[in-house]
Each structure stands twice: as structure tokens, then as C-alpha cells.
């Protein structure tokens, strides 16, 4: 056995779980590989050096065109996990040293893990007072609860960090009025934009956030790479120390190849925007309509209002999710039950419990997630299956308590 | 056929699933959670329920080619099994969470799932041989290797159960599969055959139960009591730390008038009282059993053999039964069986059927 999967497995794949990583964009793998085999440490003084520098430094200038931030505001990391960790930690240590302004620290209860594992550490090791806001039924912040939050005492808020879009349900955050609200009282926003850097407008600039966390591999581009855009007025405490290489926020070896495809896939992406939305709203919406006609049971969760165009999330009644994602998936059909993978034991996802789902309910979704690959026949596959699929689920049944 | 192969991640069930897959099934492997928090649960290469075990499981899945996905049964793991443990030592008597494991979950909650879905069978890497005999029944045997022979764990399996398992290492001895996995690329060739019970992280039995009762355990002190005289020899910190046959930990300060070595012969939780005597006490030639299981006919009265331990010995016995209720009397008398334990009655190698031990008692002397 080989583990490599080949180019007829994956034109024979179902593939709807492009939130989880998406395939890396042409334009991308044309920049990464262009890299691999040059020489030259972009931190060197030498000729090589020097171009591996330019490289490097012409993505950054790349990724600020995109998303309308300076270059110098772009700062390399490993990718989303790290950001989110470095912008958590990072302005949460400068804000309490240098201004004094914490402990508390202003969150959501349908964050990412890479943002709810931080705070939860801030919390226990660091003695962070953190706040997890709830969401409406659709999964949208309920702006009044963090209005409250903030003015019950404002100069004790060190930061507040909301996604812009949610990656399990796929509903958009209020961001505007997140940062209206912060900006009375000079409080930094951080903002998790994994999910919505190509298929929303993104601005940096215009949105007013301080810092915005974006990652490679769900926007086309390599995995293990990505960066926080933060403000150069935002003092941040460094999380790993070395050679100092960006801008003395993060060491390590600055990673060429990778920042070279990662800035080819942001660009690609966000020039595609517009059309990719329309393109993959139309389809996600077909998706929506064609599988609940089948199995009219079926509940969509997330806001329609505000919503990613790739997002299809969906509760089926009387089903484990975990028997749906096996059925589809020995039918070549790939999705997520969009749940945290804790060890390999799946929960209750966190989001949707906090949207008011029970644990039943909970456990009886799954995510379809379009992206740039997905065609009509990827919809008609999943419409062709999931009437059996449905049905063979539920006779395997549902957890106690549905 | 589509089998589900349950896969602890140990080298058993790792060359079942490659066999079976071999064999040309459509083989799904998985691998039971049966903890929301493995770290509670033994740490390393020794038991089967952590994150290490799964990865290894997963691991072997990918060099067998076969599909692999986790099942979250720790509900139904914490209901049937682990609460019925501490239930069972606090009533006084020592049960077979395996045993239980193999009746609640793998031949019962994951089986019914797995048919549920569309799979045939279950395909696990217990040593035990499986054939059809004469009448259409399944039979289910001993083991080839009987030093790995596992149906005594299995003895409580019913027919439409073993309709649907496949036991393909019945016929190999442990070394020969070790081998195996070893020419297959398993990983997990030379990884440790796991003891014990799983829940229990350190093999401490009586400290697990001690803290996971709390308020629930039947008492938390009592008299140490001579089976004989009704002295008082000494004090304990809660029966649940005892089971009939017991030596060790019972640290009474002086010795027996003979000088030998005293065992626990009766627990009796609600007086906290824990008797102690002689070895001979221990000897007992009658069971009566309860909740009995039949892996296929009822017999009412059979001459064979009766396994009272996981790896004992086999006993002679005479086993009469109403179907429900047994009697066992045996021929060659046994030590130190307690009540909660499973009697597995076999007619040569054959599994007849089981039950739960409900009470031991001597009738003849000087048989022995």
C-alpha cells in the first residue's frame, strides 16, 4: 500500500471539506515550487540572500496589496494555530505590562480552538479573566451581551478577539460593530479571518481591527504557513524567541517557499473573490435546497443572512453524525461532522451547543464545504446518496438523549 | 462480506483486521473511545484505551489499506462497565469487567451499529474458533494456543452474536501472529500484551474503587474476623479492597496458630466484616450460578467442564440448569472463587454457555 493518494482517487472523491484545507491553488504550487530549490536564507547578506529576501519580502507586499494592510504589518508565522496564539498572548502580556489595561479578556463562545485553547491557558496559568459571549440561535455574537460586557468596566479589557466568520457553521461576525464598540474605549480587536479571506471582502484596514489571523491551506495555498496582520502601533509580546526575524515578534527561519505560495494563493484568491462567491453561494444553495426536498427532516444551522458562500451545515434528525460521514465516505463523499477531533474521540461540537443545540442535535449534523474545485457533479453526487444514506443512519440511530 | 473490525491498537486485533481483509472482506477498522478523557484511563503501551493505542490502531489500519474511524462509546463503556464494577465491589462480589465488556459492547452496542449500518460481522482479534456445527448452530471453541485462549471472556456470547463474529486468530498461537504482524509492516509487533483492566490507569484496584466510590462505597473501615473463632484479628479501610481468596494486604500483625497464611473467605459489605482462614476453606466443590447465557442449545443436565477464572484451570463438573439458574458440582474443587465471577461451561472444547456466579459451598470432604 502506498500512502499517496493518486489523481484518479481524487477525481473519483466527492471532495466537500474544503473549510478543513482546500487544494492548493496553481498559482500557488507554481510560486512555492519556483522556491524549493534556490538557495539562500532571506536573513543572509550575500547575493542569495538577498533574493531569497526579495522573495520574501515582495509576498508580503503581495498579501498587503490584498487585503489593503501595510507590508510591514504582515508578520510570518506557522500558520493559523500560531497567530491566533501570538496575537492572544502576545497583546494580552503587552497590554497588561506596558498599559496596564487587564485582565480581561473579551471572547466568543464559537471561537476556534486555536483561540479557545490559548484563552483557556491564559486563563488558568495566567490569571486572564476571560469572558466567552453567546451567539443567537444562528450563531451570530449577540453585540448587546459584549456591549455589556465592555462598558461594565472598560479600562479592565486587555482585548477582545472575534472570529470574522465561523468555520464549523459558517456564520459571519459582526466585525464592524465589534470594532465600533472597542474603538470608544481604545480597546485592540483581534480577529481569526481563516475562513474568510476569499470568500468575503476582506479589508484590513477598513475593517478598523488591530490584528487578523490569516493561515495558507484554506485559502489555496500551502499548509504551515500563514501570518497575523497586526497594526505596527500594537506593541505585541513575542511567543518564540530566536533570531528576531519578523519584525522581532517571531523567530525562526523565515520560511521562503511557503511565504512565496502563500501569498500567490491570497492574491489569487481574493482577486477571484466576487466571482467564487456567486459561483459557490449558487451551488451551496442548491446543495441546501436539493438534499432537505429529500429529506425534508432537515434543519440548517447557521445565519442565511450571513453566511460563507461555502458553508452547508445541516442536522439530520435521528442520525449520528459519525454514521453519516463513514456511510458518505465509503460512497467516495467526504464532509466533516464538523466537530473538534479530541484525540480521535469526537464531541459534541462546541458552536453548535452554544447556539442552543442539544447534544443529540448536535451530534447529529455535518458540514458540506464547498470551495474552488467543487462543480455540479460533486452536488449531484451528494444529492444521489444522502436519501440512503439518511435513511441507513438513522437506523443505526441516535445517541441517548435525542 | 463488510466487516467492522474493532481495533484496540494492540498486535491481535491489528492481524485479525489484515486476515480478514485478506481473506477478501470489505474490511472497516475502528477503534473504541472508551473514555471522553483518555488521559484517566492507562497511560503507554499497556492498556487500550489511550491516544497512543489509537494512533496505533490507525496506524496499522493505513498498512493494512482498510478505512479507520474512532467510535465514541465511552457512554455506554461508563454505564455497562465501569458502573457496574464499582457496583458489584461494593456489593461484595468481584465481576469480569471484560467479560461485561464483550457482553454490553462489542458484541452488543458496536455490534448492533455496525449491522445498523450495513456491516455482516465484527471482526475482533479474540482467540477463539468459531464452526458450524451439525445441527446449523455456531459452535464456539477453544482457542488452538491455549495459553491465549479467550473464550472464557466470550462464554457469555449468544448465538445471533456469534452469527456475526469472526475470530480469524483461533487457530494461530501468539508467537506465530506476532510474526505475522511483523511480516506484514504492523508496527505494533512487539508492542505488550495488555493486562489488567483497562480502566484502571496503575492496576490499583482497590485505590481506584476507594476514590471512584466515595460516598457510595458500602463502608470504609471494619473487623478483620478468624473464620473459626470469630476473633476480631484486625481492621481494614473498606471491603471493596478485598475479593474471596485474597492473601496479600490483609496485614494482620500476628500469625495463624498453625503458622500458615491466612485468605479472605467471605466479605460481607453491609457488616464490613471480612473473614479470614486457611487455605483448605477456600476449597469449594458446588457453584450456583445466575443470569445464565447459552451460546446455542440449553442443556439440563451436562457432564464437562467449567472455567471459573480468566486463564484457570478447567474443574470436571456436572452442570444442571432450568435455563436460567445453574448448578454446578464439581469433581475437581477450586479456591477461592467468589461470587460476581463468570462460570464458563464448556463439553470438550466447546463453549455450552455461562453464569454469574451467585454463591460456592463445600459439600463433600476429603474428596480432594
Redesign the interface.
Same mark, same amino acid.
Given at each position: 500500500?502506498t $500512502?499517496r493518494r493518486t489523481l484518479e482517487d481524487a477525481m473519483t472523491t466527492v471532495y466537500l471539506d474544503h473549510a478543513a484545507t482546500t487544494p492548493m491553488l496553481p498559482a500557488a504550487v507554481d510560486a512555492l515550487t519556483a522556491q524549493l530549490t534556490a538557495v539562500g536564507n532571506p536573513s543572509s547578506l550575500h547575493a542569495s540572500g538577498r533574493h531569497a529576501r526579495r522573495v520574501v519580502e515582495e509576498s508580503r507586499e503581495q498579501i498587503a496589496q490584498a487585503l489593503n494592510c501595510r507590508p510591514g504589518e504582515v508578520v510570518f508565522t506557522s500558520g493559523g494555530t500560531e497567530a491566533d496564539n501570538l496575537a492572544l498572548k502576545g497583546i494580552y502580556w503587552a497590554r497588561m505590562r506596558s498599559a496596564n489595561r487587564g485582565p480581561r479578556i473579551l471572547s466568543s463562545a464559537i471561537e476556534h480552538h486555536a483561540v479557545l485553547d490559548p484563552l483557556h491557558w491564559l486563563s488558568e496559568d495566567e490569571d486572564a479573566q476571560v469572558e466567552l459571549l453567546p451567539v443567537d440561535s444562528l450563531g451570530r455574537l449577540k453585540i448587546d451581551a459584549l456591549r455589556a460586557a465592555v462598558e461594565r468596566n472598560p479600562d479592565d479589557v486587555a482585548l477582545i478577539s472575534v472570529m470574522w466568520a465561523n468555520n464549523e457553521v459558517g456564520t459571519i461576525q459582526p466585525i464592524d460593530e465589534i470594532v465600533e464598540l472597542a474603538a470608544a474605549h481604545g480597546i485592540p480587536v483581534h480577529t481569526d479571518a481563516v475562513q474568510a479571506i476569499g470568500a468575503v471582502p476582506v479589508d484590513f484596514a477598513a475593517s478598523g481591527v488591530d490584528a487578523l489571523t490569516l493561515t495558507g491551506h484554506k485559502v489555496g495555498g500551502p499548509f504551515g504557513v500563514g501570518a497575523l496582520v497586526v497594526r505596527r502601533e500594537l506593541e505585541v509580546t513575542p511567543l518564540v524567541h530566536g533570531g528576531g526575524q519578523e519584525r522581532d515578534i517571531r523567530s525562526g527561519t523565515i520560511d521562503t517557499p511557503a511565504i512565496a505560495g502563500l501569498a500567490a494563493a491570497v492574491e489569487a484568491s481574493v482577486k477571484s473573490q466576487a466571482d467564487h462567491h456567486v459561483r459557490l453561494a449558487a451551488l451551496r444553495d442548491q446543495l441546501v435546497d436539493r438534499v432537505c426536498a429529500i429529506v425534508p427532516d432537515a434543519v440548517r444551522n447557521g445565519d442565511p443572512a450571513h453566511l460563507l458562500p461555502g458553508h452547508a451545515h445541516l442536522r439530520f434528525p435521528g442520525c449520528e453524525g459519525?454514521?453519516l460521514l463513514?456511510?458518505l465516505? #465509503?460512497r467516495g463523499i467526504e464532509c466533516s461532522t464538523g466537530s473538534a477531533c479530541n #484525540?480521535?474521540?469526537?464531541?459534541a461540537s462546541h458552536v453548535l451547543l452554544a447556539m442552543g443545540c442539544t447534544e443529540a442535535e448536535a451530534r447529529g449534523s455535518l458540514r458540506f464545504s464547498l470551495g474552488h474545485t467543487t462543480t455540479q457533479s460533486d452536488i449531484d453526487a451528494l444529492v444521489e446518496a444522502i436519501g440512503p444514506v439518511v435513511e441507513? #443512519?438513522r $437506523? $443505526?440511530?441516535a445517541?441517548?438523549g435525542s | 462480506m463488510r466487516v467492522l473490525a474493532a481495533m484496540s491498537g494492540g498486535v491481535d486485533s491489528a492481524v485479525a483486521a489484515a486476515r480478514a481483509a485478506e481473506a477478501g472482506h470489505d474490511v472497516t477498522g475502528i477503534h473504541l473511545a472508551l473514555s471522553r478523557n483518555p488521559k484517566s484511563y492507562r497511560s503507554g503501551a499497556r492498556g487500550c484505551c489511550t491516544i497512543e493505542d489509537s494512533n496505533d490502531a490507525r496506524r496499522a489500519a493505513d498498512v493494512i489499506g482498510i478505512p479507520f474511524y474512532v467510535w465514541d462509546m465511552s457512554d455506554e463503556f461508563h454505564e455497562n462497565v465501569v458502573e457496574d464494577f464499582m457496583s458489584e465491589y461494593a456489593a461484595g462480589r468481584t465481576p469480569n469487567p471484560c467479560l461485561r465488556c464483550n457482553e454490553k459492547i462489542k458484541f452488543a452496542a458496536v455490534l448492533d451499529r455496525a449491522l445498523a449500518l450495513g456491516f455482516d460481522a465484527v471482526v475482533t482479534g479474540h482467540y477463539a474458533q468459531l464452526e458450524t456445527g451439525s445441527d446449523g448452530l455456531i459452535e464456539m471453541h477453544r482457542a488452538v494456543d491455549m495459553g491465549k485462549d479467550q473464550s472464557y471472556v466470550l462464554g457469555v456470547l449468544t448465538q445471533e452474536q456469534l452469527a456475526h463474529s469472526l475470530f480469524p486468530l483461533g487457530d494461530s498461537v501468539k508467537g506465530d501472529v506476532r510474526l505475522e504482524a511483523e511480516r506484514r509492516g504492523l508496527m505494533v509487533a512487539n508492542k505488550p500484551d495488555s493486562h489488567d483492566i483497562c480502566f484502571i490507569a496503575d492496576g490499583d484496584n482497590a485505590g481506584w474503587l476507594k476514590e471512584k466510590l466515595g460516598d457510595r462505597a458500602p463502608n470504609d473501615s471494619g473487623d478483620i474476623v478468624d473464620h473459626a473463632t470469630g476473633e476480631v484479628l484486625g481492621q481494614h479501610e473498606g471491603t471493596t479492597a478485598y475479593t474471596i481468596g485474597q492473601r496479600k494486604g490483609l496485614r494482620i500483625g500476628r500469625p495463624a496458630p498453625d503458622g500458615k497464611p491466612r485468605f479472605v473467605l467471605d466479605i460481607e459489605p453491609v457488616s464490613g466484616i471480612v473473614t479470614v482462614g486457611p487455605r483448605e476453606e477456600l476449597r469449594i466443590d458446588r457453584i450456583e450460578g445466575i443470569k445464565a447465557r447459552w451460546c446455542g442449545t440449553v442443556p439440563e443436565r451436562l457432564g464437562g467442564t467449567v472455567q471459573l477464572r480468566a486463564h484457570g484451570s478447567e474443574h470436571r463438573a456436572v452442570v444442571t440448569t432450568d435455563g436460567h439458574d445453574v448448578v454446578i458440582e464439581l469433581l475437581d474443587p477450586a479456591e477461592g472463587i467468589a461470587p460476581g465471577q463468570a462460570a464458563v461451561i464448556y463439553d470438550g472444547t466447546r463453549v455450552v454457555g455461562s453464569a454469574t456466579i451467585s454463591a460456592t459451598s463445600r459439600t463433600a470432604v476429603g474428596t480432594a
Amino acid at each position: 500500500m502506498t $500512502a499517496r493518494r493518486t489523481l484518479e482517487d481524487a477525481m473519483t472523491t466527492v471532495y466537500l471539506d474544503h473549510a478543513a484545507t482546500t487544494p492548493m491553488l496553481p498559482a500557488a504550487v507554481d510560486a512555492l515550487t519556483a522556491q524549493l530549490t534556490a538557495v539562500g536564507n532571506p536573513s543572509s547578506l550575500h547575493a542569495s540572500g538577498r533574493h531569497a529576501r526579495r522573495v520574501v519580502e515582495e509576498s508580503r507586499e503581495q498579501i498587503a496589496q490584498a487585503l489593503n494592510c501595510r507590508p510591514g504589518e504582515v508578520v510570518f508565522t506557522s500558520g493559523g494555530t500560531e497567530a491566533d496564539n501570538l496575537a492572544l498572548k502576545g497583546i494580552y502580556w503587552a497590554r497588561m505590562r506596558s498599559a496596564n489595561r487587564g485582565p480581561r479578556i473579551l471572547s466568543s463562545a464559537i471561537e476556534h480552538h486555536a483561540v479557545l485553547d490559548p484563552l483557556h491557558w491564559l486563563s488558568e496559568d495566567e490569571d486572564a479573566q476571560v469572558e466567552l459571549l453567546p451567539v443567537d440561535s444562528l450563531g451570530r455574537l449577540k453585540i448587546d451581551a459584549l456591549r455589556a460586557a465592555v462598558e461594565r468596566n472598560p479600562d479592565d479589557v486587555a482585548l477582545i478577539s472575534v472570529m470574522w466568520a465561523n468555520n464549523e457553521v459558517g456564520t459571519i461576525q459582526p466585525i464592524d460593530e465589534i470594532v465600533e464598540l472597542a474603538a470608544a474605549h481604545g480597546i485592540p480587536v483581534h480577529t481569526d479571518a481563516v475562513q474568510a479571506i476569499g470568500a468575503v471582502p476582506v479589508d484590513f484596514a477598513a475593517s478598523g481591527v488591530d490584528a487578523l489571523t490569516l493561515t495558507g491551506h484554506k485559502v489555496g495555498g500551502p499548509f504551515g504557513v500563514g501570518a497575523l496582520v497586526v497594526r505596527r502601533e500594537l506593541e505585541v509580546t513575542p511567543l518564540v524567541h530566536g533570531g528576531g526575524q519578523e519584525r522581532d515578534i517571531r523567530s525562526g527561519t523565515i520560511d521562503t517557499p511557503a511565504i512565496a505560495g502563500l501569498a500567490a494563493a491570497v492574491e489569487a484568491s481574493v482577486k477571484s473573490q466576487a466571482d467564487h462567491h456567486v459561483r459557490l453561494a449558487a451551488l451551496r444553495d442548491q446543495l441546501v435546497d436539493r438534499v432537505c426536498a429529500i429529506v425534508p427532516d432537515a434543519v440548517r444551522n447557521g445565519d442565511p443572512a450571513h453566511l460563507l458562500p461555502g458553508h452547508a451545515h445541516l442536522r439530520f434528525p435521528g442520525c449520528e453524525g459519525d454514521s453519516l460521514l463513514m456511510l458518505l465516505d #465509503a460512497r467516495g463523499i467526504e464532509c466533516s461532522t464538523g466537530s473538534a477531533c479530541n #484525540a480521535g474521540v469526537p464531541q459534541a461540537s462546541h458552536v453548535l451547543l452554544a447556539m442552543g443545540c442539544t447534544e443529540a442535535e448536535a451530534r447529529g449534523s455535518l458540514r458540506f464545504s464547498l470551495g474552488h474545485t467543487t462543480t455540479q457533479s460533486d452536488i449531484d453526487a451528494l444529492v444521489e446518496a444522502i436519501g440512503p444514506v439518511v435513511e441507513r #443512519a438513522r $437506523a $443505526a440511530g441516535a445517541r441517548k438523549g435525542s | 462480506m463488510r466487516v467492522l473490525a474493532a481495533m484496540s491498537g494492540g498486535v491481535d486485533s491489528a492481524v485479525a483486521a489484515a486476515r480478514a481483509a485478506e481473506a477478501g472482506h470489505d474490511v472497516t477498522g475502528i477503534h473504541l473511545a472508551l473514555s471522553r478523557n483518555p488521559k484517566s484511563y492507562r497511560s503507554g503501551a499497556r492498556g487500550c484505551c489511550t491516544i497512543e493505542d489509537s494512533n496505533d490502531a490507525r496506524r496499522a489500519a493505513d498498512v493494512i489499506g482498510i478505512p479507520f474511524y474512532v467510535w465514541d462509546m465511552s457512554d455506554e463503556f461508563h454505564e455497562n462497565v465501569v458502573e457496574d464494577f464499582m457496583s458489584e465491589y461494593a456489593a461484595g462480589r468481584t465481576p469480569n469487567p471484560c467479560l461485561r465488556c464483550n457482553e454490553k459492547i462489542k458484541f452488543a452496542a458496536v455490534l448492533d451499529r455496525a449491522l445498523a449500518l450495513g456491516f455482516d460481522a465484527v471482526v475482533t482479534g479474540h482467540y477463539a474458533q468459531l464452526e458450524t456445527g451439525s445441527d446449523g448452530l455456531i459452535e464456539m471453541h477453544r482457542a488452538v494456543d491455549m495459553g491465549k485462549d479467550q473464550s472464557y471472556v466470550l462464554g457469555v456470547l449468544t448465538q445471533e452474536q456469534l452469527a456475526h463474529s469472526l475470530f480469524p486468530l483461533g487457530d494461530s498461537v501468539k508467537g506465530d501472529v506476532r510474526l505475522e504482524a511483523e511480516r506484514r509492516g504492523l508496527m505494533v509487533a512487539n508492542k505488550p500484551d495488555s493486562h489488567d483492566i483497562c480502566f484502571i490507569a496503575d492496576g490499583d484496584n482497590a485505590g481506584w474503587l476507594k476514590e471512584k466510590l466515595g460516598d457510595r462505597a458500602p463502608n470504609d473501615s471494619g473487623d478483620i474476623v478468624d473464620h473459626a473463632t470469630g476473633e476480631v484479628l484486625g481492621q481494614h479501610e473498606g471491603t471493596t479492597a478485598y475479593t474471596i481468596g485474597q492473601r496479600k494486604g490483609l496485614r494482620i500483625g500476628r500469625p495463624a496458630p498453625d503458622g500458615k497464611p491466612r485468605f479472605v473467605l467471605d466479605i460481607e459489605p453491609v457488616s464490613g466484616i471480612v473473614t479470614v482462614g486457611p487455605r483448605e476453606e477456600l476449597r469449594i466443590d458446588r457453584i450456583e450460578g445466575i443470569k445464565a447465557r447459552w451460546c446455542g442449545t440449553v442443556p439440563e443436565r451436562l457432564g464437562g467442564t467449567v472455567q471459573l477464572r480468566a486463564h484457570g484451570s478447567e474443574h470436571r463438573a456436572v452442570v444442571t440448569t432450568d435455563g436460567h439458574d445453574v448448578v454446578i458440582e464439581l469433581l475437581d474443587p477450586a479456591e477461592g472463587i467468589a461470587p460476581g465471577q463468570a462460570a464458563v461451561i464448556y463439553d470438550g472444547t466447546r463453549v455450552v454457555g455461562s453464569a454469574t456466579i451467585s454463591a460456592t459451598s463445600r459439600t463433600a470432604v476429603g474428596t480432594a
